[in-house]
């Protein structure tokens, strides 16, 4: 279970549709893992609607920011600007840090569609997310 | 000794060096991550040779990138 303030969600939706055509991605933090209380929209570096890379720098640059607010990194999320909320194949072999949740958001449809998942060993299980205030 | 990891204090057996504290945090894939050792990027081949002091800072992240 992934719990996503309702402020932090909506700043998310804002960046991923700000972004489209190209994919977006950042980093939210919480306190604890499994809670997402603070967002850090980062830049995608391939500027690609297919892809997405974050650089180094910018990532410990996001955590150290992390540690100074008192939070851990506890999800990277990014955007699929056509295709469905999943991961992909690519993001099966690349996600690998089994600590963090993955949040995918699809805009392939009208609404934005957002799902989180636990990838290990390359493979995904989606867990529920509860928006709280 | 105690080292600061991704700002979090842990206590790690003396004489340890890079390559074998990724392994003790359970870093599967140490080609997927980054390591900053007291601010400063570090390239692979430097984890065998890189030995952290009592009170050093360590983070690493994972590559974050995908379709």
């Known amino acids: 279970m992934l719990k996503i303030t309702e402020e932090v969600y909506n700043t998310l939706i804002e960046h991923v549709k700000k972004e489209y055509p190209n994919e977006a991605c950042g980093f939210l ?10 967002i850090f929209p980062m830049r995608n570096i391939d500027e690609s609607p297919i892809h997405f890379t974050m650089e180094p720098k910018e990532q410990f640059n996001v955590l150290r920011e992390a540690i100074k607010r ?7 999320y990014h955007s699929h600007p056509a295709t469905p ?31 989180s998942f636990k ?6 299980e989606e867990e529920e997310i509860e928006v709280i205030r | ?10 206590t790690f057996a003396d004489g340890i060096n890079i390559a074998q504290l990724l392994k003790v945090e359970d870093v599967e894939s140490p080609d997927m991550v980054s390591v900053q050792f007291n601010g400063e990027f570090l390239k692979r081949h430097e984890y065998d040779a890189a030995y952290p002091k009592d009170n050093d800072e360590v983070n690493f992240l994972y590559f974050m990138g995908g379709g």
């Open chain 1, 70 to 76: 008192g939070v851990k990194l506890t999800v990277c």
């Open chain 1, 85 to 115: 909320a999943r991961p992909s194949q690519e993001d099966l072999l690349e996600l690998t840090d089994p600590k963090l949740s993955y949040i995918i958001v699809s805009l392939a449809n009208k609404e934005a569609k957002l799902k």
């Open chain 1, 119 to 124: 990838i290990k060993g390359g493979a995904a």
């Open chain 2, 1 to 10: 000794m105690n080292l600061l990891i991704n700002g979090e204090k842990k």
């Open chain 1, 29 to 38: 933090a919480g306190e604890e893992a499994g809670l997402a209380t603070v």
